[in-house]
């Protein structure tokens, strides 16, 4: 399973005109409120804006390689074929990054399998009753698990699962690439892959699964958004079942009581050994109590506004054009290669595992230009010693390591070129170039110049020690916006403090460049003097908002009437809110004053009138809670069962409480069971009566022996019932014989297998999981046995047929790979494609395989979503090498398992600068709905 990469990329807010424009290295999130867009269109959201470059490859997805080859004895001549064009046609994938990965297609679980692996482990109860996975619970836990008991001596846990899951797994290395691998670090990635290749043998099962093990790799595969090229490579049909395809078994147990052991019987109450259970309850307590409810005013408040009238701010902006002046260099370096050998699990031999000593290289890179570790020079392979020994037993050791096999040399190399140190200083500039000091005023041309590695070697922004003339064998200086060699000349707009100026009225327009005087005002006022007011912008901005304010009860509004409710309200209205929309005289007033207040701290000078204010008063009227009548409290008789009333708040028997604004009064009855029931034990079944009709005197209860704890609580709280068991013919029963005992057993149920396969079979299930898993992003090459013998007579001119395909006798001979070519007609030709076996070379076919992903990879960019936040892509916009701004239609993009891609054909993206991604951002309190 090859190793997902995840790339942190920097934030740098994107603004665009027509007239200027920026490039930006690096990927951008820009959040911003709602838009009137957003409105208009019904979306309950906020847009985000995301922003990258394809020019510097930002972004790019990632493109991982499976090959998955027959291993039978019969694939010598296809293995080859395959390494050597893989080899050679890997070509194309410089520039990206991604993985090379290798697998079989006796990928199964009940023959002689490499490429499997498994996990075995429990699922467990816990105190929810819920079964929970648990790898770290061993056989020894399980025992204990099992015969768990709590304090009464009942079973803790009922059930438990053991499963099994399979796991992806390749005894072969998956090899990285990365975009930035030079022309020798990317021939060696290819010499990996062909190494790798060679590794494999022909010793695998004749009963060829490859369908499965495509189907353990696309799962492997499902959360990640690169490009997916998978290579097969087979000359027998697909034989995958439900059963060699597995993703993993369980068999569950469950706990089972027995039967009860022990003397425990039935008996009545002729039985002198018999004991039974009594249970004695009693009448509840019957009160009543006098309460009532209060209507009371909760709040009043002013409303007030200016009629017509806005409040306007104007914002002055200004801009100056600035560049950041960058030195690119390369510089002498040093690294050295550990090279060690490895013990390698290269196959399953009845099940027993088998190694193969292996020689492997690593590479390390110097710091800077520091000798590090490769202190000797050495430049052909040396023992390792003291040092070097050390550090390799650190840093590249792994767990098969053969011990006494390191090896080290060293390899003196020039770095590519280097633009990590930047000017601190922003320089105003036009479109032309920028001035360097004096010193290096010759070393804006490329080439070996000692002014020019004088000045990186003293301003270098990391530690320089040891950076010498003779170590920098490329210097080159030059200016640009984003320090990157690509953007040389470029320049940006940045530097813009704003003023906010706020006045009364209306917007005359919603932008405006600044006039001559605005602009030189703005000049002085920043402190821009000294710079060409050639390369200056300046603008205005203005934005409107209507000014409302309140006032509520604090603020001096004062209209509730002496019995403390809402006007035109009395004290039995239901709840309710009365809102009169005519303002008293001394209410307007004050709200022309306040308003006026307002305005004046803006500094606005404006005389207020009646006519330009609206004003409207609310109040809310509002029931209280219910209340006690304080010592109402009355004890009924018991045997009582009255119900509650509505009283008149007149009756005397309210006259202890206050009654300003009673809303409404009420007798209220409840129960009160200080006392809880007696439970006690006899021999004597009769107590509570013979039969179950029979009824009984508290006395009674009390008289005998056994009830001398039954407690007599007088007519305040009488008897209510007397309880025991009883046969269905009315005779009391019980139990004698001590205590008894359950033992319990655990019982396994049927096993149970999870399948990659489903129901509707293997085809269909390979289709529906590249669907879920990878949505379009993906490529299958399969070399088969074809079916078509003209097709075969034309790509396989003068090979012999014997060495792909075997006795002609045999029934196998030149059989169809039907599976394969059923996947492929339903895939369709974009997305699957078949070639014969028995071509001699692979390489033009591989180089059609390899081109097709990266053409389509390279219209693609990785675009982050939230999707427990429900974001979606609202609209795409493309910056141009000319600064404008173009929206993409719809139709000419797609996005799809985190990947945004353009439709060949469609949209040029040589001319793009910069990709903006406009995002929405759903409302969390309305998204459900």
Same mark, same amino acid.
């Given at each position: 399973?090859?190793?997902?990469?995840?790339?942190?990329?920097?934030?740098?807010?994107?603004?665009?005109?027509?007239?200027?424009?920026?490039?930006?290295?690096?990927?951008?999130?820009?959040?911003?409120?709602?838009?009137?867009?957003?409105?208009?269109?019904?979306?309950?959201?906020?847009? +985000? /804006?995301?922003?990258? %470059?394809?020019?510097?490859?930002?972004?790019?997805?990632?493109?991982?390689?499976?090959?998955?080859?027959?291993?039978?004895?019969?694939?010598?001549?296809?293995? /080859?074929?395959?390494?050597?064009?893989?080899?050679?046609?890997?070509?194309?994938?410089?520039?990206?990054?991604?993985?090379?990965?290798?697998? %079989?297609?006796? =990928?199964?679980?009940?023959?002689?399998?490499?490429?499997?692996?498994?996990?075995?482990?429990?699922?467990? #109860?816990?105190?929810?009753?819920?079964?929970?996975?648990?790898?770290?619970?061993?056989?020894?836990?399980?025992?204990?698990?099992?015969?768990?008991?709590?304090?009464?001596?009942?079973?803790?846990?009922?059930?438990?699962?053991?499963?099994?899951?399979?796991?992806?797994?390749?005894?072969?290395?998956?090899? !990285?690439?990365?975009?930035?691998?030079?022309?020798?670090?990317?021939?060696?990635?290819?010499?990996?892959?062909?190494?790798?290749?060679?590794?494999?043998?022909?010793?695998?099962?004749?009963?060829?699964?490859?369908?499965?093990?495509?189907? +353990?790799?696309?799962?492997?595969?499902?959360?990640?958004?690169?490009?997916?090229?998978?290579?097969?490579?087979?000359?027998?049909?697909?034989?995958?079942?439900?059963?060699?395809?597995?993703?993993?078994?369980?068999?569950?147990?469950?706990?089972?009581?027995?039967?009860?052991?022990?003397? /425990?019987?039935?008996?009545?109450?002729?039985?002198?050994?018999?004991?039974?259970?009594?249970?004695?309850?009693?009448?509840?307590?019957?009160?009543?109590?006098?309460?009532?409810?209060?209507?009371?005013?909760?709040?009043?408040?002013?409303?007030?506004?200016?009629?017509?009238?806005?409040?306007?701010?104007?914002?002055? #902006?200004?801009?100056?054009?600035?560049?950041?002046?960058?030195?690119?260099?390369?510089?002498?370096?040093?690294?050295?290669?550990?090279?060690?050998?490895?013990?390698?699990? &290269?196959?399953?031999?009845?099940?027993?595992?088998? @190694?193969?000593?292996?020689?492997?290289?690593?590479?390390?890179?110097?710091?800077?230009?520091?000798?590090?570790?490769?202190?000797?020079?050495?430049?052909?392979?040396?023992?390792?010693?003291?040092?070097?020994?050390?550090?390799?037993?650190?840093?590249?050791?792994?767990?098969?390591?053969?011990?006494?096999?390191?090896?080290?040399?060293?390899?003196?190399?020039?770095?590519?070129?280097?633009?990590?140190?930047?000017?601190?200083?922003?320089?105003?500039?036009?479109?032309?170039?920028?001035?360097?000091?004096?010193?290096?005023?010759?070393?804006?041309?490329?080439?070996?110049?000692?002014?020019?590695?004088?000045?990186?070697?003293?301003?270098?922004?990391?530690?320089?020690?040891? $950076?010498?003339?003779?170590?920098?064998?490329?210097?080159?200086?030059?200016?640009?916006?984003?320090?990157?060699?690509?953007?040389?000349?470029?320049?940006?707009?940045?530097?813009?403090?704003?003023?906010?100026?706020?006045?009364?009225?209306?917007?005359?327009?919603?932008?405006?460049?600044?006039?001559?005087?605005?602009?030189?005002?703005?000049?002085?006022?920043?402190?821009?003097?000294?710079?060409? %007011?050639?390369?200056?912008?300046?603008?205005?901005?203005?934005?409107?908002?209507?000014?409302?304010?309140?006032?509520?009860?604090?603020?001096?509004?004062?209209?509730?009437?002496?019995?403390?409710?809402?006007?035109?309200?009395?004290?039995?209205?239901?709840?309710?809110?009365?809102?009169?929309?005519?303002?008293?005289?001394?209410?307007?007033?004050?709200?022309?004053?306040?308003?006026?207040?307002?305005?004046?701290?803006?500094?606005? *000078?404006?005389?207020?009138?009646?006519?330009?204010?609206?004003?409207?008063?609310?109040?809310?009227?509002? #029931?209280?809670?219910?209340?006690?009548? !304080?010592? *109402?409290?009355?004890?009924?008789?018991?045997?009582?069962? !009255?119900?509650? =009333?509505?009283?008149?708040?007149?009756?005397?028997?309210?006259?202890?409480?206050?009654?300003?604004?009673?809303?409404?009064?009420?007798?209220?009855?409840?129960?009160?069971?200080?006392?809880?029931?007696?439970?006690?034990?006899?021999?004597?079944?009769?107590?509570?009566?013979?039969?179950?009709?029979?009824?009984?005197?508290?006395?009674?209860?009390?008289?005998?022996?056994?009830?001398?704890?039954?407690?007599?609580?007088?007519?305040?709280?009488?008897?209510?019932?007397?309880?025991?068991? +009883?046969?269905?013919?009315?005779?009391?029963?019980?139990?004698?014989?001590?205590?008894?005992?359950?033992? @319990?057993?655990?019982?396994?149920?049927?096993?149970?297998?999870?399948?990659?396969?489903?129901?509707?079979?293997?085809?269909?299930?390979?289709?529906?999981?590249?669907?879920?898993?990878?949505?379009?992003?993906?490529?299958?090459?399969?070399?088969?046995?074809?079916?078509? !013998? /003209? $097709?075969?007579?034309?790509?396989?001119?003068?090979?012999?047929?014997?060495?792909? @395909?075997?006795?002609?006798?045999?029934?196998?001979?030149?059989?169809?790979?039907?599976?394969?070519?059923?996947?492929? #007609?339903?895939?369709?030709?974009?997305?699957?494609?078949?070639?014969?076996?028995?071509?001699?070379?692979?390489?033009?076919?591989?180089?059609?395989?390899?081109?097709?992903?990266?053409?389509?990879?390279? +219209?693609?960019?990785?675009?982050?979503?939230?999707?427990?936040?429900?974001?979606?892509? @609202?609209?795409?916009?493309?910056?141009?090498?000319?600064?404008?701004?173009?929206?993409?239609?719809?139709?000419?993009?797609?996005?799809?398992?985190?990947?945004? *891609?353009?439709?060949?054909?469609?949209?040029?993206?040589?001319?793009?600068? &910069?990709?903006?991604?406009?995002?929405?951002?759903?409302?969390?309190?309305?998204?459900?709905?």
């Amino acid at each position: 399973m090859s190793t997902r990469k995840r790339y942190v990329i920097s934030s740098l807010f994107v603004m665009s005109s027509m007239a200027v424009f920026a490039i930006f290295q690096n990927c951008s999130d820009v959040k911003f409120e709602s838009t009137d867009e957003l409105a208009i269109a019904g979306i309950d959201g906020k847009l +985000r /804006q995301i922003a990258f %470059s394809p020019k510097f490859n930002e972004n790019r997805p990632d493109i991982d390689v499976t090959t998955i080859l027959d291993n039978s004895n019969s694939m010598t001549n296809i293995q /080859q074929n395959v390494k050597k064009a893989v080899s050679k046609t890997t070509s194309s994938l410089k520039g990206f990054g991604g993985t090379v990965s290798l697998y %079989s297609t006796t =990928e199964d679980l009940n023959h002689s399998a490499r490429n499997k692996d498994k996990v075995n482990f429990y699922k467990i #109860q816990d105190e929810n009753g819920n079964l929970i996975p648990s790898t770290s619970f061993t056989d020894a836990d399980l025992n204990t698990y099992k015969n768990e008991m709590d304090a009464d001596g009942n079973p803790v846990f009922s059930t438990y699962e053991k499963w099994v899951k399979y796991i992806n797994f390749s005894p072969f290395r998956t090899i !990285p690439f990365t975009g930035n691998m030079n022309a020798e670090q990317f021939s060696a990635f290819q010499t990996e892959v062909f190494n790798e290749i060679d590794k494999f043998d022909i010793s695998g099962s004749k009963i060829e699964v490859g369908l499965c093990s495509l189907l +353990r790799n696309i799962d492997s595969y499902k959360d990640s958004n690169d490009f997916h090229t998978y290579i097969i490579a087979t000359n027998e049909d697909d034989a995958t079942t439900l059963d060699n395809c597995l993703k993993a078994e369980s068999d569950r147990w469950d706990r089972h009581a027995n039967e009860v052991i022990g003397p /425990q019987q039935e008996c009545d109450d002729t039985d002198e050994e018999c004991t039974f259970s009594y249970s004695v309850s009693y009448q509840d307590e019957k009160w009543s109590k006098l309460t009532y409810k209060q209507s009371f005013t909760e709040w009043e408040k002013i409303n007030f506004f200016l009629n017509g009238n806005q409040l306007k701010t104007v914002t002055t #902006q200004v801009k100056h054009k600035t560049a950041r002046r960058f030195a690119r260099h390369k510089i002498k370096q040093r690294k050295w290669q550990f090279q060690y050998k490895r013990n390698v699990l &290269i196959r399953y031999n009845d099940g027993i595992p088998e @190694y193969e000593e292996q020689t492997h290289t690593a590479n390390h890179n110097g710091e800077g230009v520091k000798n590090g570790i490769c202190e000797s020079g050495s430049t052909s392979f040396q023992t390792c010693l003291g040092d070097n020994l050390n550090y390799f037993n650190s840093n590249v050791k792994t767990a098969d390591t053969i011990n006494n096999s390191c090896q080290i040399k060293c390899i003196d190399q020039t770095s590519g070129y280097l633009a990590d140190w930047i000017d601190t200083s922003n320089i105003p500039v036009s479109e032309g170039n920028v001035t360097f000091p004096s010193s290096v005023s010759n070393a804006s041309l490329s080439g070996y110049t000692n002014g020019c590695n004088a000045w990186v070697a003293g301003q270098r922004s990391y530690n320089s020690s040891g $950076v010498t003339d003779n170590l920098i064998t490329n210097c080159e200086l030059n200016f640009s916006s984003d320090g990157n060699t690509n953007n040389i000349n470029k320049y940006k707009s940045e530097n813009a403090p704003a003023k906010v100026v706020k006045s009364f009225g209306v917007c005359n327009a919603t932008e405006n460049t600044c006039d001559g005087g605005e602009k030189a005002s703005e000049i002085s006022r920043v402190g821009w003097g000294s710079i060409n %007011s050639n390369l200056i912008t300046c603008s205005q901005s203005c934005g409107v908002s209507n000014l409302i304010t309140t006032f509520n009860d604090s603020n001096g509004v004062d209209r509730v009437p002496a019995d403390g409710l809402c006007a035109g309200k009395s004290a039995g209205d239901a709840d309710d809110v009365v809102t009169d929309n005519l303002c008293s005289p001394s209410e307007k007033a004050l709200a022309k004053a306040e308003l006026q207040r307002k305005l004046s701290t803006l500094g606005i *000078s404006v005389t207020l009138y009646d006519s330009n204010i609206s004003c409207s008063y609310s109040c809310q009227h509002r #029931q209280g809670s219910e209340q006690e009548v !304080p010592s *109402s409290r009355a004890k009924l008789d018991p045997w009582a069962e !009255p119900a509650n =009333e509505s009283r008149s708040c007149a009756d005397v028997e309210f006259t202890s409480m206050d009654k300003s604004n009673i809303h409404s009064c009420n007798k209220k009855y409840f129960n009160d069971n200080p006392k809880a029931s007696i439970s006690f034990n006899s021999t004597d079944g009769s107590i509570c009566g013979a039969n179950a009709s029979d009824t009984v005197t508290l006395e009674q209860i009390m008289a005998h022996a056994d009830a001398s704890t039954v407690v007599d609580h007088g007519t305040d709280q009488p008897m209510k019932d007397c309880t025991v068991a +009883r046969f269905d013919d009315g005779r009391t029963k019980g139990s004698k014989g001590g205590v008894s005992n359950i033992e @319990y057993s655990w019982e396994g149920s049927a096993p149970k297998s999870e399948s990659y396969i489903g129901d509707e079979g293997v085809v269909k299930s390979v289709v529906d999981l590249l669907n879920n898993a990878h949505g379009g992003n993906y490529f299958i090459a399969a070399f088969i046995n074809y079916e078509d !013998p /003209q $097709v075969e007579d034309e790509k396989c001119k003068g090979v012999d047929l014997l060495d792909y @395909y075997g006795d002609p006798s045999d029934p196998n001979y030149r059989k169809k790979k039907k599976r394969y070519k059923e996947l492929a #007609q339903i895939l369709g030709p974009d997305k699957m494609k078949t070639f014969p076996a028995c071509m001699p070379d692979y390489e033009e076919s591989m180089k059609f395989v390899f081109d097709l992903i990266v053409t389509s990879a390279s +219209r693609s960019y990785k675009v982050a979503l939230d999707e427990e936040a429900q974001e979606w892509v @609202y609209r795409v916009k493309i910056l141009d090498n000319k600064g404008l701004v173009h929206t993409i239609e719809k139709d000419q993009y797609s996005f799809n398992k985190g990947l945004l *891609s353009f439709k060949e054909g469609g949209v040029n993206l040589d001319n793009a600068e &910069i990709i903006y991604v406009d995002v929405v951002v759903p409302n969390p309190l309305t998204l459900d709905k």
